[in-house]
Nanobody, 121 residues
Framework: QVQLVESGGGLVQAGGSLRLSCAASERTFDIYSMGWFRQAQGKDREFVASVTRSGSWTYYADSVKGRFTVSRDNAKNTLYLQMNILKPEDTAVYYC??????????????WGQGTQVTVSS
């Protein structure tokens, strides 16, 4: 079972940037598709972004397209989420997820503990 640990969350002003990291306990390249979900207070968890098992393709929710960039560092077994032009509505707990599939589904098998991102106005 792969362990996932997120980091990089914090408080940022609207319009600012933040980079989240997700460190995996084992090799992920060509084994796990990976991605990010988020959950705002009083809301359901929603998909944010993902990368395929090989890292060749990326997918984004319409709400973050053009502002967020997901990537993976194969040597470090680490997933990243670069968040730019942050908005107050981006405030949520962000979760890293992984699954042994080509493309990440809506119900990944492995999850991190989450990291809080708060965007002030």
């Amino acid at each position: 079972q792969v362990q996932l640990v997120e980091s990089g969350g914090g408080l940022v002003q609207a319009g600012g940037s933040l980079r989240l990291s997700c460190a995996a306990s084992e090799r992920t390249f060509d084994i796990y598709s990976m991605g990010w979900f988020r959950q705002a207070q009083g809301k359901d968890r929603e998909f944010v972004a993902s990368v395929t098992r090989s890292g060749s393709w990326t997918y984004y929710a319409d709400s973050v397209k053009g502002r967020f960039t997901v990537s993976r560092d194969n040597a470090k077994n680490t997933l990243y989420l670069q968040m730019n032009i942050l908005k107050p509505e981006d405030t949520a707990v962000y979760y890293c997820a992984a699954d042994a599939s080509v493309i990440l589904t809506t119900t990944p098998k492995y999850w991190g503990q989450g990291t809080q991102v708060t965007v002030s106005s």
